[in-house]
T-cell receptor, first 108, second 115 residues
Framework: AQRVTQPEKLLSVFKGAPVELKCNYS??????LFWYVQYSRQRLQLLLR??SRESIKGFTADLNKGETSFHLKKPFAQEEDSAMYYC??????????FGTGTSLTVIP | DTGVSQNPRHKITKRGQNVTFRCDPI?????LYWYRQTLGQGPEFLTY????????KSRLLSDRFSAERPKGSFSTLEIQRTEQGDSAMYLC?????????????FGSGTQLSVL
């Protein structure tokens, strides 16, 4: 069965420090992995997806099939990065499965 | 606002009553999804439509839940004989399946409270 695990419910870092939000998945096929973000009082929105291999707002994520991980990283956290982050997996472009989320707080 | 629209934003009902939520997706999007989210959890998949066809339903969707998308545009989610455990945020999302970089666009959700 497909599953997405985000082991940290809460994560606090100081401004300017590196940040890594962990995501592990289980899926027997070739997954598509995403990071969605929800800023305070805003809708859930796509941050980035592994296929695009892009950097958005300084964030990057690399799909590691050997470790079945898709960790989100940013070298220097900013206060505006404080938000709820959800890792998600798509199974063949149909269902999207979400993790339980990590609440990131960047301390000024 | 050309984004995904959900109505109502909040719904308070008594146990045993029926409720209906509406979702208006982005107009050119052919896929429409319903998710449920409770406190401390991520969105849980309920069902999705490709145009007017309901292609998949989660086992979470009991027979008290029904969703429709009659003309392949807006969708409704009805919960019959509501229970306190139905209290949650109900999220709708839409996407364009034909796009190579398909992504979900979410609505603001409908917060249901069953008393």
């Amino acid at each position: 069965a497909q599953r997405v695990t985000q082991p940290e419910k809460l994560l606090s870092v100081f401004k300017g420090a590196p940040v890594e939000l962990k995501c592990n998945y289980s899926y027997s096929g070739s997954p598509e992995l995403f990071w969605y973000v929800q800023y305070s009082r805003q809708r859930l929105q796509l941050l980035l997806r592994h296929i695009s291999r892009e950097s958005i707002k300084g964030f990057t994520a690399d799909l590691n099939k050997g470790e079945t991980s898709f960790h989100l990283k940013k070298p220097f956290a900013q206060e505006e990065d404080s938000a709820m982050y959800y890792c998600a997996l798509s199974s063949g472009g149909n269902q999207f499965y979400f993790g339980t989320g990590t609440s990131l707080t960047v301390i000024p | 606002d050309t984004g995904v629209s959900q109505n109502p934003r909040h719904k308070i009902t008594k146990r045993g009553q029926n409720v209906t939520f509406r979702c208006d997706p982005i107009s050119e999007h052919n896929r429409l999804y319903w998710y449920r989210q409770t406190l401390g959890q991520g969105p849980e998949f309920l069902t999705y439509f490709q145009n007017e066809a309901q292609l998949e339903k989660s086992r979470l969707l009991s027979d008290r839940f029904s969703a429709e998308r009659p003309k392949g545009s807006f969708s409704t989610l009805e919960i019959q004989r509501t229970e306190q455990g139905d209290s949650a945020m109900y999220l709708c999302a839409s996407s364009d399946r034909g796009q190579p970089n398909e992504k979900l666009f979410f609505g603001s959700g409908t917060q249901l409270s069953v008393l």
